[in-house]
């Protein structure tokens, strides 16, 4: 049997396992399938298909290539996506341990401490000195 499988998926896309475009389409079908159970929408049911379909082509093609391609624009797309809220929550996180200053003469954002008191900070692009508040 191994050696069947391994035959069969000699030569293409599935065999260097699975990427991204096809694993968030695999999810995506199943969610729908489920929703199409509960809902009284039909066409669900019928999207729910179209996209297993399509992520089971992409597994068994032999067009490696063509399968490349699509998940580098699929991942592209989808890091800018995944990115803002990556930046989001590092922004959140830091907010609770630090104060975030702009420099007045250059703009440069300015890490300082939370809870120091009132201290004078220091610009480290251009320089400039200015007091505020942790």
Request: with cysteine; aromatic share 18%.
């Amino acid at each position: 049997m191994k050696n069947f499988l391994y035959r069969f998926f000699q030569g293409r896309y599935g065999a260097y396992g699975t990427d991204r475009l096809t694993k968030c389409s695999l999810v995506v079908a199943v969610i729908l399938l489920v929703l199409s159970f509960t809902s009284p929408l039909g066409i669900l049911y019928y999207v729910a298909v179209v996209m297993l379909f399509y992520s089971y082509f992409r597994l068994f093609s032999k067009n490696i290539p063509a399968r490349y391609r699509e998940n580098e624009i699929f991942v592209k797309f989808t890091d800018k996506f995944l990115d803002f809220f990556r930046n989001f929550k590092d922004t959140w996180t830091q907010n609770k341990a630090f104060h975030i200053y702009k420099c007045p003469n250059c703009s440069q954002k300015i890490r300082v401490p939370r809870g120091k008191g009132r201290i004078e900070i220091r610009c480290p692009k251009c320089g400039n000195t200015f007091l505020k508040k942790s």
